[in-house]
């Protein structure tokens, strides 16, 4: 595959077009690439162009994209999607079994060197690749969400050479790639966001806090901060002047204390009906239509000014 | 304590001049607050005023104090700093019999309607209210660093009216001011923090990705949703159309078996040196200083362009 580092695709195949195929979508076209679109439902092929309008508006809105964007075409059948094609992203629901199928049929289509990239958040590229005849072009590359905004992207899988054009090919596209050493379970950012779940679920079982005020002490304290400096970094500049070791070595031990006083929450009925009723009092009528749209201004304004000075 | 709801103080003693000290200083002066400062180092009493410099710059740069900024008075002693006084902000080390003992100092000094409001990250009301002659005077009051910047003040007491006047004094000062109903040892930030930091620390431990790429995908992806909205409504908008209810019924179990899957790791010393060699590759040589005037300028940044509308 030597070469193809500075030979990006032109257009690029998206299977399945629910919210994250749609999001990709928009991207892709957003930086001037055609996309050839499908989806097993029609309804959902009928819709993607409607769909991905507001998407696009926000994408003009922080005006990183190509001079000319792409153009969409929604194809019939995955075979019409996929031919001739050297790049595809998959965003079938999370069932091992529907994606293997559908991987079968992409590669009886595709040249040797099309790389097969799934959007997965919860399944492994070992559980994925099984039964693949081409292993080393399949990649998982998991954005998060809502991905046209987020600039996140994880990859993993075995073969350098395609993970080097994976890198380059989404960076292109103005993404954050980081690439993982191991195949794991929710990558990094679904386990991050587990780990604290647990904690905030606990908080709301044991009557800590209501769910509002967890959530708003999240944004104006460690989600704030988060945005600007990783966990680790916070740790080595909450060390004081000797940093991360000085920390290791004072609070290292009441660190493993709080770690040992961490709840282990069940998502028991009763704690499900106040994290259920806690968000109705957030939400405090608004749609959910309405909190994401609220969340996406917000994110393409603090995007643009991280990326005034080239963030 | 009726009517002191409106009757805001118009100076502060500070109890402790290391960094949190300093910063709440330059907060309040920039508030128009004056300040008697007392530490019982000499050197850090009068490195203060030199140290609240570039702090009451960047809070200038923010654009949301007072018209005339408030006085500092370096105090040599901390009767002086607290005679007359009807708050006290105490920024004394982690160490609860200290904390008590200078307690005790305030009290034999302060009016009844004084309130001490103590910093500490680490302790609860319970263990440092023990002593106290008025413990209903007495509140936790835990910024989050740089607490000049950031806006999170987590408060607990048992007593309703200081906290409603505590709440009004953080709320006229900027802050978001959010309320525990129980006592918990790291309040909600802290505990947050840790609980994703353990996860945090498992990955590296694991091998599955450095520090620095464990920071940049956080800082990419959850961080900056989270500096937007909080965990429990990034569930709820992850449900799709069904929300939260949708979410917790169909994704609840992965969730639960995902937080089985997570680690616990051991701050071994194997751990601790990738850790510190982690760092030292994602500073690339920039000092702690340097690192925390990056932070502290994005923070700046990103908190002008969130105050823009009102947030």
Chains 1, 2 share one sequence.
């Not at 794991?184 to 966001?193: E, F, N, Q, Y």
């Not at 990783?230 to 031990?253: K, N, Q, T």
């Not at 282990?264 to 009925?269: F, H, I, K, T, V």
Request: charged fraction near 20%; aromatic fraction near 6%; proline fraction near 5%.
């Amino acid at each position: 595959m030597a070469g193809s580092l500075t030979s990006m695709p032109a257009s690029v195949a998206v299977l399945g077009c629910g919210l994250i195929g749609a999001s990709w979508t928009a991207l892709f076209i957003h930086h001037g690439l055609d996309v050839r679109a499908w989806d097993p439902n029609e309804a959902a092929r009928r819709q993607l162009a409607a769909q991905i309008g507001p998407l696009l508006a926000q994408l003009a809105e922080l005006g990183t994209g190509a001079d000319r964007p792409g153009r969409l075409h929604v194809q019939p059948t995955l075979r019409d999607a996929v031919s001739g094609i050297a790049w595809v992203q998959e965003n079938a629901p999370e069932n091992t079994a529907l994606k293997q199928a559908l991987y079968a049929e992409v590669e009886a289509v595709v040249a040797p060197d099309c790389v097969i990239a799934s959007s997965t958040s919860a399944q492994t590229w070992t559980g994925l690749s099984q039964g693949l005849r081409c292993p080393d072009r399949f990649i998982t590359a998991h954005p998060f969400n809502p991905p046209h905004l987020m600039p996140l992207v994880e990859l993993y899988g075995p073969d350098r050479g395609t993970l080097a054009r994976a890198s380059a090919f989404y960076e292109s596209l103005g993404r954050r790639v980081v690439v993982l050493k191991k195949d794991i379970p929710g990558h990094i950012a679904g386990r991050l966001s587990a780990a604290l779940w647990r904690e905030a679920v606990h908080l709301v079982a044991e009557g800590v806090a209501d769910v509002a005020d967890i959530d708003a002490a999240l944004v104006a304290g460690p989600g704030l901060r988060w945005s600007v400096i990783g966990a680790h970094m916070a740790y080595h500049l909450g060390g004081g002047r000797g940093g991360i070791e000085h920390y290791l070595r004072h609070l290292g031990p009441s660190q493993r204390q709080r770690w040992e006083s961490l709840g282990r929450p069940e998502l028991s009925d009763d704690v499900c009906r106040r994290l259920i009723e806690g968000i109705a009092e957030e939400a405090a009528g608004r749609t959910i239509e309405q909190l994401e749209a609220e969340r996406d201004r917000m994110l393409v304004r603090l995007l643009k000014e991280r990326g005034r000075e080239g963030d």
